[in-house]
């Protein structure tokens, strides 16, 4: 039978599991998800490779190739594919990783009892039996039996379709598990949400086995949408695709008629479909955020929403609560106001003054046993120093009641029955305002009062009143207003402001990101902390009882020049955020609470508490801080402008590679010249594509002015003009010193073979040196190398080996057609492939040394 207490919980009496215990369930019944995601197997990204276009035209030539008796040069066609299977599979291995540890830490967090210890532990890790307890807010992990509460209210509109909130009621140790809905229930049902209260619960089924389980519902946490990038990478790829449709056919024409060679048109047109086939943009865009998420989690900072990693570097304002945010949400006592004498707690000091006993006595009656509230902690704290062996400490009372914390009224009391006396003693403490309003103040009082209160804030303290009652044995009243209530007084918090928030704040300006702090503390409060941190403009604050006075267009006039919000409620928020995005900002708001739910919503970015939030806010938020710092925060725009820039890196890199080989594989054929690139070159070519775009310029690092310049537009496309003049003349460049170079081998009497051969080395050394030059626009190819990116030396290493092999290995020279050139051959061509990036270079010196108007 259980034991039938309040929820003030009683560790003793509900040890849980221990450690070993909660192991042994998991090996042996799993752990609580319904599902997951089904691994790709190497034959299904096998079947997917093959689907691709690229490997369909490989799979075709090689066997045209086949058919013709050429075996050497098939086998290597057809044998390339599972090399670039085996890329594919690298990259695929890679991004399936990062997205399921993404997902292992957007598991719900569970607070269970362990070994006679509270421990937060990832939801998925709940085991039957375990001993959970669930708060306002919480998302129910598993299904499970009450064995305590108080007040405890759910929504299981998941499950019973009804949207009104069912109470719930300690279990009587006979009452079979049965379905969802209906009042008054002792159960409590995964994938809920608690709306109210606070109970002790006890896990009964987990994952497949759960009421939601059984109908096979399970929440996704990673979406997928199409954004902005996504739809301007499918406009791009469809103009490839229609445009080289076209020069393929017309290559085709024009080759076989000239010719009279239709097979030898055919091999032509797949070359330059070859070549012209933009299949590494959507592999950017998939590798590039997947991958960005995983990194950014490594910083503390959870991506639930992958594609909202774009609108992190398009950010221009970021709000964020003060308490646990800017603070670290960690409060010690730092004043106390009582009987008209102000009192500020020394360390040094051993013995708290007898006029404070009393108001520190009904401050620790007003706070929870085992409280989770920093503020309740303090008192706690404090308390027990101060008052543990004196006959203010009343650990032996018990609670009868609680009035909880309402929206109409910020306060809450506790009914407690003294040992060996009849009536009843009620503490009480909240916002000095509902505190006054219990004590019935008049106005001269208030405004007496709410003087000492400013006088508190202006020194960074948060404050609450205290108020104490007395109620004779019997049916206590619904509503805590119909007890009488005496002031006693207010105590004051400090929570030091974290570590290098004022440097953070500083380079969210430098970036053009205005920070705006949220904060339910008085305004003298917000004021001191905006003072520590920097905070531009801190006189001038809106509360929250202006702000439910303004209009919206008066709002969205004001807020142009905000920085401060002081005495707002978690509804508020969404109005702020409303006004933000109506003045085209593009707007990242923090939150924790359920209240909290629309406004990081409505927000571009909703930003969740990893540490305190609830359940509810992290379901609505499109990223989780797992440290609840702003300094993480500033990390993740700072990461989502790398990512951004990298992905436009590669992008730029993937087009104007792409203009030489469609430029060598089209124009001979057009001047009556022999085929220079034919399917076997272009397939060694994409072998250096695909690594660079995907792997390489995803791992650059950031440039030093990523936050010194401001966020780019939301609607900003991925290409804008200077992105495509830059990208076509790289490519043009490129082009032009390849075919110089293979008209001049002609010319100085090269073999068809070895001119081929030279051409080639020109067109793989400019591609590395546009590898090189692209990895940043701000800095020459001399300096970027301070840049380490780990992987950029190897791929170029592999470069230079395979081409050593193509030459030097006879059959495969023959394959690719090639002759072995001499020294003066290779260093022209190695000196012309240099010479094809260097005008770019020289733009970069122009605009680093002479001129920063210069856009590049």
Not at 77 to 96: N, P, V, W
Request: net charge neutral.
């Amino acid at each position: 039978m259980p034991i039938s207490v309040s929820p003030e919980v009683n560790y003793s009496a509900w040890p849980g599991l221990s450690q070993e215990r909660a192991r042994e369930l998991i090996i042996k019944e799993g752990y609580n998800e319904i599902s997951t995601a089904k691994r790709s197997s190497i034959l299904s990204i096998a079947l997917e490779v093959v689907k691709e276009p690229m490997f369909i035209l490989l799979i075709i030539c090689g066997l045209v190739y086949l058919v013709l008796g050429d075996l050497g040069e098939a086998a290597l066609l057809l044998g390339s594919i599972l090399f670039i299977m085996a890329i594919t599979f690298y990259q695929e291995r890679k991004t399936e990783r990062a997205l399921e540890a993404l997902r292992d830490l957007s598991s719900p967090r569970a607070l269970v009892i362990r070994g006679g210890e509270p421990k937060r532990i990832p939801g998925r890790e709940i085991v039957r039996g375990d001993i959970m307890i669930l708060s306002e807010g919480d998302r129910v992990p598993a299904d499970a039996v009450i064995l305590a509460t108080d007040n405890l209210a759910v929504n299981e509109s998941l499950l019973t379709g009804e949207s009104v909130p069912v109470h719930k009621n300690v279990w009587d140790g006979k009452l079979k598990p049965s379905r969802p809905g209906g009042e008054n229930l002792p159960f409590v049902y995964s994938s809920t949400l608690i709306t109210e209260g606070r109970a002790v619960t006890q896990v009964l089924s987990i994952g497949a086995n759960t009421e939601v389980g059984k109908i096979g519902k399970s929440l996704q946490v990673l979406e997928k949408g199409n954004t902005l990038l996504q739809k301007e990478i499918k406009v791009l790829v469809k103009r490839f695709a229609i445009w080289g449709a076209f020069l393929c056919i017309l290559l085709f024409v024009v080759y076989s008629l000239s010719t009279n060679n239709w097979l030898g048109g055919f091999l032509a047109s797949i070359a330059l479909a070859m070549s012209l086939l933009p299949e590494e943009f959507p592999v950017i865009l998939t590798i590039f955020l997947a991958l960005g998420a995983w990194r950014m989690s490594k910083k503390h900072v959870l991506t639930r929403r992958i594609p909202a990693i774009e609108t992190l570097g398009a950010t221009t304002v970021l709000c964020v609560d003060k308490t646990g945010t800017l603070t670290f949400n960690q409060m010690t006592l730092g004043g106390m106001y009582a009987g008209g004498d102000y009192y500020e707690p020394n360390k040094k000091e051993d013995t708290l003054p007898e006029q404070y006993h009393r108001l520190l006595e009904f401050s620790v009656l007003a706070s929870h046993k085992d409280p989770f509230d920093p503020m309740e902690k303090a008192i706690l704290s404090f308390g027990k120093q101060q008052l543990l062996h004196t006959e203010h400490w009343n650990s032996n009372w018990n609670l009868i009641k609680q009035y909880p914390l309402s929206k109409d009224l910020l306060a809450m009391s506790q009914v407690w029955q003294p040992s060996a006396k009849p009536d009843y003693v009620v503490a009480a403490k909240g916002s000095p305002e509902a505190i006054m309003e219990l004590c019935h103040f008049s106005s001269a009082e208030q405004k007496k009062n709410l003087q000492q209160v400013n006088l508190m804030a202006s020194k960074g303290l948060r404050v609450l009143g205290v108020a104490s009652a007395k109620f004779k044995h019997g049916k206590l009243p619904q509503d805590q207003h119909d007890l009488a209530f005496n002031f006693l007084g207010f105590i004051g918090f400090i929570d030091p402001v974290r570590p290098q928030i004022y440097q953070a704040v500083a380079e969210c300006y430098k970036a053009g990101l205005r920070v705006i702090m949220i904060t339910g503390d008085y305004i003298g409060t917000a004021q001191k902390i905006a003072t520590e941190i920097g905070l531009p403009s801190y006189e001038n604050i809106i509360t929250g009882s202006e702000l439910d006075k303004m209009s919206d267009s008066e709002l969205a006039e004001r807020i142009k020049s905000i920085s401060i919000f002081a005495r707002v409620v978690p509804e508020q928020k969404l109005r702020i955020v409303q006004a933000l995005k109506a003045n085209g900002e593009v707007v990242a708001m923090t939150g924790d609470g359920v209240n909290d739910a629309p406004a990081l919503k409505a927000a571009n970015i909703g930003i969740a508490m990893g540490e305190r939030g609830t359940d509810v806010a992290r379901e609505a938020s499109d990223v989780v801080l797992l440290d609840d710092n702003f300094t993480s925060i500033v990390g993740a725009v700072k990461e989502g402008r790398v990512i951004y820039k990298n992905i436009v890196k590669a992008i730029i890199y993937v087009l104007a590679i792409h203009i030489p080989i469609a430029g060598l594989a089209l124009i001979p054929i057009f001047l009556g010249w022999p085929m220079i690139l034919m399917p076997v070159h272009i397939v060694f070519l994409e072998l250096i594509t695909d690594p660079a775009c995907s792997i390489a310029f995803q791992a650059e690092p950031a440039e030093g002015d990523v936050m010194s310049q401001p966020p780019r537009k939301l609607q900003q496309p991925l290409f804008d003009k200077w992105a495509v003049v830059f990208s076509i003349l790289q490519g043009l460049g490129m082009l032009a010193m390849v075919l110089l170079v293979y008209v001049l081998s002609i010319k100085n009497g090269f073999s068809v073979n070895t001119a081929r051969g030279v051409t080639f080395i020109t067109l793989i050394t400019a591609n590395i040196s546009l590898i090189l030059t692209n990895r940043t626009l701000s800095q020459t190819i001399f300096t970027s190398w301070r840049n380490r990116n780990p992987v950029m030396l190897p791929i170029i290493i592999s470069v230079i080996a395979g081409l050593l092999v193509i030459f030097y290995i006879p059959w495969l020279s023959n394959i690719f057609k090639f002759s072995r050139p001499d020294k003066m051959g290779v260093m022209t061509a190695i000196g012309f492939g240099l010479l094809s990036i260097l005008w770019f270079e020289g733009l970069k010196v122009v605009k680093i040394y002479f001129s920063k108007d210069v856009k590049i």
